[in-house]
């Protein structure tokens, strides 16, 4: 479905949030995590994999939680990948049901909260009672003004970036020699946020494992050995300090970045 383009531009949202540099020392506006390391949580433990899936969820708790103290306004976190569908089904089934189940919990206590949900992702190969759950979740808490919290499942930043493509081409055959930048992102799932500025991903891997490759070309990562159901607070806030030591410069040199103008 093509989205009206006049609608998104008029909320201004879509440039790059490249173009305003962030000061040292300032909390990131957006966060974006790939949770990593479940699995491996619960083999440690001589459990079955699922279990770390659990445990995650309570971490997802916390961390949200977090960020709403902080007051920062948009976490997002990818729950599961275009490429999981490959794992074995149960661990698939039981993710699906968690996900279902966690969602029912929350909601109302997210809603309490002023946290809106969104989720971003392909839905077509969702169950339906899930695709309703989504919908109504979104719907309760789409005018809260807090925490903007958005769930990537089912998502793959190839996707997204096919998607949006698809989208603008429909909405734009006019500018079909000649698209810029500004034309795409409204279609992009993300397009309701500015770029994450800080990237965390748990579990030891130095990926991106398909997560948000338009949204994350500016990003500041920060990886940790720590796997997600350790997750705690003092993890978190370390994350936290080392972005707000980070000098962002968006191409320009420090000196630029130190005395503007
Ligand atoms: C992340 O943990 C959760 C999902 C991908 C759903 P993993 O399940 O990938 O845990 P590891 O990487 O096997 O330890
Ligand atoms: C990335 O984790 C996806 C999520 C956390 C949902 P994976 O554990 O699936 O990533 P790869 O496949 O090891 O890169
Ligand atoms: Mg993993």
Request: proline residues 4%; aromatic residues 10%; neutral net charge.
């Amino acid at each position: 479905m093509v989205k009206s383009t006049n609608l998104l531009f008029s909320k201004g949202l879509f440039s790059s949030s490249t173009k305003k540099i962030p000061t040292v020392g300032e909390l990131p506006n957006h966060i974006a995590i790939i949770m990593d390391g479940n699995g491996r949580w619960a083999r440690k433990r001589f459990l079955p994999r699922i279990a770390g899936h659990k445990r995650g969820v309570e971490v997802v708790r916390d961390v949200v939680k977090q960020c709403a103290q902080l007051d920062i306004k948009y976490l997002t976190l990818f729950a599961f990948s275009s490429e999981n569908w490959r794992r074995p089904t149960e661990e698939i089934s039981f993710l699906m049901g968690l996900f279902m189940a966690a969602l029912k919990r929350e909601v109302v206590k997210l809603n309490e909260n002023n946290i809106r949900l969104v989720l971003i992702g392909d839905r077509s190969r969702f169950s339906p009672e899930l695709v309703q759950q989504i919908e109504s979740s979104e719907q309760l808490t789409e005018n809260n003004t807090g925490l903007t919290l958005t769930i990537a499942a089912n998502y793959g930043g190839r996707w997204d970036i096919l998607q949006a493509t698809n989208q603008m081409i429909q909405a734009l055959p006019e500018k079909a020699d000649g698209f810029e930048e500004d034309d795409l992102t409204p279609f992009l799932s993300m397009h309701y946020a500015p770029e994450p500025d800080c990237f965390v991903r748990t579990g030891g891997e130095k990926r991106i494992s398909n997560f948000l490759l338009w949204q994350l070309a500016y990003a500041e990562f920060y990886f940790t050995d720590t796997l997600w159901p350790d997750f705690d607070q003092t993890c978190f806030d370390k994350a936290i300090a080392s972005y707000k030591q980070r000098e962002r410069r968006f191409g320009r040199t420090s000196e630029q970045v130190t005395s503007p103008g």
